[in-house]
C-alpha cells in the first residue's frame, strides 16, 4: 500500500543528500519516511516495489542524465508525483520535465529547509485534491456510463460535449463522433402527432437559464430512421461564478411506456371481443354530439340493437361459439353503418349505432332495415351455420331525449317494444312507451315470483281426429293467474320468461304438471291419449333439458310415448346440427316431436328430411284464410300431401269454422285442434270431455 509520506530520494551527489535527507527528517518539522538512493537503477527498482507516494529526482545521476532520467521514473510510476531538482544553468530541462508530467522543480541553488518542505507539502496536497477530483470523475463517469438514462451535454454553443453509451445507442451517434458537434445535428427531434421540428430544449435552458423539458408527444428520430418516443428534463450547467456554460440533456426512451398508455386507453374505451367502442367511449362521443347538434340544430340519431334469442346459442353451442357469432355480428354493422357513424358494444348481446348529423330521420329507418337484413344471413362459424335476427330501437335528438342518458333510454325502451311486436323489427321511440316500459319490468319483478307463489295453472285444448272425431291427444297450454291483475296472456309474460330464463323452471314445472296430470288420467281409465307440451328455444338447448325429461318421466311414470314436445320452425331453423342431435336424442328416449306453426319459418323439405319428426302442426294464419283465398287453400293442400308422402301426421291449428274443418277433411288432413272443437279448459272440465268426447254437431 501507498504512504504519500513515502519519499524516494534519488540523489547521486552524497554532500547535498546528506543536506536534503537532514532538512527532511528534522523533528521540527513533519517528518518524511525518507528512502535515498544514489543511482536510477536502484530508484527503479524501489519504485517496483510500489511503495513509494513521492519522488524527489536529481536529473543528473552516475548512471542516466538529463530528461532521459525523468523519463524512465515516470514510465515506472506514472501516477507517483515527481518533484525535480536542477541547477540554475539546467532550469531549461527542468522545465521540459514538467511538460512531460512533473509535478514541480527545485532550483538546488536557492534550496533550504522551508523551501524543501513547503514544495514537498505542496506536491502532496495537489496529489491528494487531484486523486479526489479523479475519484469523483471516475464515479461521475461510471454513474454516466452505467445508468439507464441517456445523458449528453453541451457547451455554450450548443456543441456536443459529452454522450454517454445510452444516449450513443438512442441517437446512433458514437461519441468520438458526436463530440464538437452541433446538438441540434445529433439530436433530432419531432413532434409526435405533426411530425414538425420541436424547439432546441438545449438553447431553451441555456437563454432562460432554467430546467426545461419537451412536450409529452416528442419522437427522437435515431440516425439511421428509427422514431423513438422520449421524455426528458435538460438543465443550464453553471461554473463557479454561477454563469451558464452549457447544458446537459437527461432522456430516456418511453416508447414501449407510451404504447402501452395508449394501449391501455384503448382498452379502456373498447370492447375487448370485438374491438367497438364501448358504452364509456359511446357515452362520451354521444355528449359531444349532442353539443354540436345543440348548436346547429341538427338531428341525430341513435339505434338501439338487441340479438334475438342469442342465449340458446350461447347456452347450447358455448360462450366460444357465441364470442365469434358477436364478431361476426359486430363486423356486419360496421359495414352497415357510414364512417361518421359509431358502432359500439354495451356489452352482452346489445349494440348500440350512433347516427350524427342525419338529415332525414327516414334513413335511420333505412340503415336499420339494412343492419336486420345483413345479420339475418347465415353466419358459419366453426362448421355451424347460425342464422340471429335483432330487435332495433331508435330515439332521436332532441326529440326523444336532450342528453345521452335520455337518448339510450329513449331508444332501449323502443328495442324492448320491438321484441313485444314480434321481435326481427325496428320501432322508433314513443312516449306512450315509456309507460309500457315500465309496465314491462313491474311483470318480471312478478314473474320471478310467481312460480314459488303457484301462481301458474294449465289449460288443456283436444286435438281431433278429423275423419273420426275421436280426441287423439290434448295440449298443455300455460296460464298465468296473478292474485292482483288476473289471468295474463301468454304473449305478454313468456317472451319476458325467454329473455330472463325464467322459462327454463316454469318449463320444468309444465313438463312436471302435465305428466302428472295425465298419468292420473290414465290411472282412472280415461282414453289412451298423449299430452302435448310446447318447448322454446331456450329451453330446448338448455345443458340439461334431456336428463330433465328422462327424470320427469321417471318420477311421474309416464311411458315416453305418451309425450309429445311442440317446436317451432326458428327453434329447429336456429343452429340444424345441434337440432338434429338434441331431436335424435328425444327420439331415441321415445316422445314424440311435432314442429309447431308450421309454414310461417323458412326451413325446407331438405333439412324437415333430417328431423326426426312425427308431425306438423299448420300455423292458424293459413287455416283462417283457406276458404277465401285459393292461394292458401292451394298451400295448405300440399303441406299435407308432403306431409303424407313424409309419413307425418298434419294437425291443423286455429280451425274455428265448419267450413274449414270440411275443407280439411276434404284433403286428407288427419287433426284438427281449435275452438271449433273445443276452447282450452281447465283439468276438471278436460277430464269430463275425455269421458264423453266431442259433441257429434263438431264431429
Same mark, same amino acid.
Given at each position: 500500500?501507498?504512504?504519500?509520506?513515502?519519499?524516494?530520494?534519488?540523489?547521486?551527489?552524497?554532500?547535498?543528500?546528506?543536506?536534503?535527507?537532514?532538512?527532511?527528517?528534522?523533528?521540527?518539522?513533519?517528518?518524511?519516511?525518507?528512502?535515498?538512493?544514489?543511482?536510477?537503477?536502484?530508484?527503479?527498482?524501489?519504485?517496483?516495489?510500489?511503495?513509494?507516494?513521492?519522488?524527489?529526482?536529481?536529473?543528473?545521476?552516475?548512471?542516466?542524465?538529463?530528461?532521459?532520467?525523468?523519463?524512465?521514473?515516470?514510465?515506472?510510476?506514472?501516477?507517483?508525483?515527481?518533484?525535480?531538482?536542477?541547477?540554475?544553468?539546467?532550469?531549461?530541462?527542468?522545465?521540459?520535465?514538467?511538460?512531460?508530467?512533473?509535478?514541480?522543480?527545485?532550483?538546488?541553488?536557492?534550496?533550504?529547509?522551508?523551501?524543501?518542505?513547503?514544495?514537498?507539502?505542496?506536491?502532496?496536497?495537489?496529489?491528494?485534491?487531484?486523486?479526489?477530483?479523479?475519484?469523483?470523475?471516475?464515479?461521475?463517469?461510471?454513474?454516466?456510463?452505467?445508468?439507464?438514462?441517456?445523458?449528453?451535454?453541451?457547451?455554450?454553443?450548443?456543441?456536443?460535449?459529452?454522450?454517454?453509451?445510452?444516449?450513443?445507442?438512442?441517437?446512433?451517434?458514437?461519441?468520438?463522433?458526436?463530440?464538437?458537434?452541433?446538438?441540434?445535428?445529433?439530436?433530432?427531434?419531432?413532434?409526435?402527432?405533426?411530425?414538425?421540428?420541436?424547439?432546441?430544449?438545449?438553447?431553451?435552458?441555456?437563454?432562460?437559464?432554467?430546467?426545461?423539458?419537451?412536450?409529452?408527444?416528442?419522437?427522437?428520430?435515431?440516425?439511421?430512421?428509427?422514431?423513438?418516443?422520449?421524455?426528458?428534463?435538460?438543465?443550464?450547467?453553471?461554473?463557479?461564478?454561477?454563469?451558464?456554460?452549457?447544458?446537459?440533456?437527461?432522456?430516456?426512451?418511453?416508447?414501449?411506456?407510451?404504447?402501452?398508455?395508449?394501449?391501455?386507453?384503448?382498452?379502456?374505451?373498447?370492447?375487448?371481443?370485438?374491438?367497438?367502442?364501448?358504452?364509456?367511449?359511446?357515452?362520451?362521443?354521444?355528449?359531444?354530439?349532442?353539443?354540436?347538434?345543440?348548436?346547429?340544430?341538427?338531428?341525430?340519431?341513435?339505434?338501439?340493437?338487441?340479438?334475438?334469442?342469442?342465449?340458446?346459442?350461447?347456452?347450447?353451442?358455448?360462450?366460444?361459439?357465441?364470442?365469434?357469432?358477436?364478431?361476426?355480428?359486430?363486423?356486419?354493422?360496421?359495414?352497415?353503418?357510414?364512417?361518421?357513424?359509431?358502432?359500439?358494444?354495451?356489452?352482452?348481446?346489445?349494440?348500440?349505432?350512433?347516427?350524427?348529423?342525419?338529415?332525414?330521420?327516414?334513413?335511420?329507418?333505412?340503415?336499420?332495415?339494412?343492419?336486420?337484413?345483413?345479420?339475418?344471413?347465415?353466419?358459419?362459424?366453426?362448421?355451424?351455420?347460425?342464422?340471429?335476427?335483432?330487435?332495433?330501437?331508435?330515439?332521436?335528438?332532441?326529440?326523444?331525449?336532450?342528453?345521452?342518458?335520455?337518448?339510450?333510454?329513449?331508444?332501449?325502451?323502443?328495442?324492448?317494444?320491438?321484441?313485444?311486436?314480434?321481435?326481427?323489427?325496428?320501432?322508433?321511440?314513443?312516449?306512450?312507451?315509456?309507460?309500457?316500459?315500465?309496465?314491462?319490468?313491474?311483470?318480471?319483478?312478478?314473474?320471478?315470483?310467481?312460480?314459488?307463489?303457484?301462481?301458474?295453472?294449465?289449460?288443456?285444448?283436444?286435438?281431433?281426429?278429423?275423419?273420426?272425431?275421436?280426441?287423439?291427444?290434448?295440449?298443455?297450454?300455460?296460464?298465468?293467474?296473478?292474485?292482483?291483475?288476473?289471468?295474463?296472456?301468454?304473449?305478454?309474460?313468456?317472451?319476458?320468461?325467454?329473455?330472463?330464463?325464467?322459462?327454463?323452471?316454469?318449463?320444468?314445472?309444465?313438463?312436471?304438471?302435465?305428466?302428472?296430470?295425465?298419468?292420473?288420467?290414465?290411472?282412472?281409465?280415461?282414453?289412451? @291419449?298423449?299430452? +302435448? %307440451?310446447?318447448?322454446? =328455444?331456450?329451453?330446448?338447448?338448455?345443458?340439461?333439458?334431456? *336428463? /330433465? &325429461?328422462? !327424470?320427469?318421466?321417471?318420477?311421474?311414470?309416464?311411458?315416453?310415448?305418451?309425450?309429445?314436445?311442440?317446436?317451432?320452425?326458428?327453434?329447429?331453423?336456429?343452429?340444424?346440427?345441434?337440432?338434429?342431435?338434441?331431436?335424435?336424442?328425444?327420439?331415441?328416449?321415445?316422445?314424440?316431436?311435432?314442429?309447431?306453426?308450421?309454414?310461417?319459418?323458412?326451413?325446407?323439405?331438405?333439412?324437415?328430411?333430417?328431423?326426426?319428426?312425427?308431425?306438423?302442426?299448420?300455423?292458424?294464419?293459413?287455416?283462417?284464410?283457406?276458404?277465401?283465398?285459393?292461394?292458401?287453400?292451394? @298451400?295448405?293442400? +300440399? %303441406?299435407?300431401?308432403? =306431409?303424407?308422402?313424409?309419413?307425418?301426421?298434419?294437425?291443423? *291449428? /286455429? &280451425?274455428? !269454422?265448419?267450413?274449414?274443418?270440411?275443407?280439411?277433411?276434404?284433403?286428407?288432413?288427419?287433426?284438427?285442434?281449435?275452438?271449433?272443437?273445443?276452447?282450452?279448459?281447465?283439468?276438471?272440465?278436460?277430464?269430463?270431455?275425455?269421458?264423453?268426447?266431442?259433441?257429434?254437431?263438431?264431429?
Amino acid at each position: 500500500m501507498v504512504n504519500r509520506n513515502k519519499l524516494l530520494l534519488i540523489e547521486g551527489d552524497s554532500t547535498e543528500g546528506k543536506l536534503i535527507l537532514e532538512a527532511l527528517v528534522d523533528p521540527r518539522a513533519s517528518s518524511f519516511d525518507v528512502d535515498w538512493v544514489r543511482l536510477l537503477s536502484d530508484g527503479l527498482k524501489r519504485l517496483g516495489e510500489r511503495k513509494t507516494g513521492l519522488v524527489l529526482l536529481d536529473l543528473c545521476l552516475p548512471d542516466s542524465e538529463g530528461i532521459a532520467t525523468f523519463e524512465k521514473v515516470f514510465a515506472a510510476a506514472p501516477h507517483i508525483p515527481i518533484l525535480v531538482l536542477s541547477r540554475l544553468n539546467d532550469e531549461s530541462t527542468a522545465n521540459e520535465s514538467l511538460k512531460r508530467g512533473a509535478y514541480d522543480y527545485l532550483l538546488k541553488d536557492h534550496l533550504d529547509r522551508y523551501t524543501l518542505t513547503r514544495a514537498l507539502r505542496h506536491v502532496i496536497e495537489r496529489k491528494r485534491v487531484e486523486d479526489v477530483l479523479f475519484n469523483e470523475k471516475e464515479r461521475a463517469q461510471v454513474t454516466l456510463n452505467s445508468i439507464g438514462d441517456a445523458v449528453l451535454s453541451t457547451d455554450i454553443s450548443g456543441n456536443v460535449t459529452y454522450v454517454n453509451p445510452v444516449a450513443e445507442s438512442m441517437t446512433g451517434w458514437s461519441r468520438q463522433e458526436a463530440v464538437g458537434r452541433p446538438f441540434a445535428e445529433v439530436f433530432q427531434i419531432v413532434e409526435g402527432s405533426t411530425h414538425k421540428p420541436s424547439r432546441n430544449p438545449v438553447d431553451m435552458a441555456i437563454a432562460e437559464n432554467k430546467t426545461m423539458s419537451l412536450t409529452p408527444t416528442c419522437v427522437l428520430i435515431r440516425r439511421d430512421g428509427l422514431e423513438l418516443a422520449i421524455e426528458d428534463s435538460t438543465a443550464p450547467i453553471h461554473d463557479r461564478f454561477g454563469k451558464v456554460t452549457g447544458a446537459v440533456i437527461v432522456f430516456r426512451d418511453v416508447s414501449a411506456s407510451r404504447a402501452m398508455t395508449i394501449k391501455m386507453s384503448h382498452l379502456a374505451q373498447h370492447d375487448s371481443l370485438t374491438d367497438l367502442p364501448n358504452r364509456v367511449l359511446l357515452t362520451d362521443r354521444l355528449t359531444q354530439v349532442i353539443s354540436l347538434a345543440r348548436r346547429t340544430s341538427e338531428q341525430l340519431v341513435v339505434l338501439f340493437l338487441d340479438l334475438d334469442h342469442f342465449k340458446n346459442i350461447n347456452d347450447s353451442l358455448g360462450h366460444a361459439i357465441g364470442d365469434k357469432l358477436l364478431q361476426s355480428v359486430a363486423q356486419r354493422l360496421v359495414a352497415c353503418a357510414r364512417h361518421s357513424d359509431t358502432v359500439s358494444r354495451q356489452g352482452g348481446d346489445e349494440f348500440v349505432v350512433l347516427l350524427p348529423q342525419i338529415a332525414h330521420v327516414a334513413d335511420a329507418a333505412v340503415l336499420a332495415q339494412k343492419m336486420m337484413t345483413a345479420l339475418a344471413a347465415p353466419h358459419f362459424i366453426a362448421g355451424n351455420e347460425l342464422r340471429i335476427n335483432a330487435s332495433i330501437g331508435i330515439s332521436r335528438y332532441p326529440n326523444d331525449g336532450q342528453d345521452a342518458e335520455n337518448l339510450l333510454k329513449s331508444a332501449d325502451t323502443a328495442m324492448y317494444y320491438a321484441k313485444e311486436k314480434g321481435r326481427n323489427n325496428f320501432q322508433f321511440f314513443k312516449a306512450d312507451m315509456t309507460t309500457r316500459a315500465v309496465a314491462r319490468q313491474s311483470l318480471e319483478g312478478l314473474l320471478g315470483r310467481a312460480l314459488e307463489r303457484h301462481e301458474f295453472v294449465l289449460h288443456y285444448q283436444p286435438k281431433v281426429d278429423l275423419q273420426t272425431g275421436e280426441i287423439t291427444g290434448i295440449e298443455a297450454l300455460l296460464r298465468w293467474l296473478q292474485p292482483d291483475r288476473g289471468l295474463i296472456p301468454p304473449p305478454q309474460f313468456v317472451p319476458i320468461a325467454e329473455e330472463s330464463g325464467l322459462i327454463v323452471p316454469i318449463g320444468r314445472w309444465v313438463l312436471r304438471e302435465a305428466c302428472t296430470q295425465l298419468r292420473a288420467w290414465l290411472d282412472v281409465g280415461l282414453r289412451r @291419449i298423449s299430452v +302435448a %307440451v310446447n318447448l322454446s =328455444g331456450v329451453e330446448f338447448r338448455a345443458k340439461h333439458f334431456l *336428463e /330433465g &325429461v328422462r !327424470t320427469i318421466l321417471e318420477e311421474t311414470r309416464l311411458e315416453p310415448r305418451f309425450l309429445e314436445f311442440e317446436l317451432t320452425e326458428s327453434v329447429l331453423m336456429n343452429h340444424v346440427e345441434g337440432s338434429v342431435s338434441r331431436l335424435q336424442a328425444l327420439k331415441a328416449l321415445g316422445v314424440q316431436l311435432a314442429v309447431d306453426d308450421f309454414g310461417t319459418g323458412y326451413s325446407s323439405l331438405s333439412y324437415l328430411r333430417r328431423f326426426p319428426i312425427d308431425a306438423l302442426k299448420l300455423d292458424q294464419f293459413f287455416i283462417h284464410h283457406i276458404t277465401a283465398d285459393p292461394n292458401e287453400a292451394a @298451400i295448405i293442400s +300440399a %303441406v299435407i300431401d308432403m =306431409g303424407k308422402k313424409l309419413k307425418q301426421r298434419v294437425i291443423a *291449428e /286455429g &280451425v274455428e !269454422t265448419r267450413e274449414q274443418r270440411n275443407f280439411l277433411q276434404v284433403h286428407g288432413c288427419g287433426e284438427g285442434q281449435g275452438y271449433y272443437f273445443s276452447h282450452p279448459m281447465a283439468a276438471e272440465e278436460c277430464a269430463k270431455l275425455l269421458r264423453t268426447g266431442i259433441a257429434k254437431n263438431r264431429q
